[in-house]
């Protein structure tokens, strides 16, 4: 990126290449999301068979219930 900048090397031997390691971090992450993101799969469930999604993608509202918190 910076091949002839004495002032980028002198920072990069001073405080390191901060640029590649966000950028690696940043693909660590985009990898670990990747795995956390992918849908669960039930014991038995058969590859392409898909379920239907139930409302409110499986979270459930509860009332409040009335009185001091």
């Keep these: ?7 980028y090397d002198r ?3 001073e405080r390191g290449d901060i640029p590649e390691q ?3 971090d940043a693909e660590r992450v985009s990898r670990e999301l ?6 669960l799969h039930a014991p038995g469930h058969l590859p392409g068979s898909e379920r239907q999604p139930s409302p409110g ?3 459930q ?9």
């Design 57 to 59: 993608g499986g979270w």
């Design 11 to 13: 920072l990069v031997a």
């Design 34 to 39: 990747e795995v956390a993101m992918r849908p």
């Design 61 to 69: 509202r509860t009332a409040m219930l009335p009185g001091p918190r």
């Design 1 to 7: 990126m910076f091949q002839d900048s004495p002032i």
């Design 22 to 24: 966000v950028r690696r």
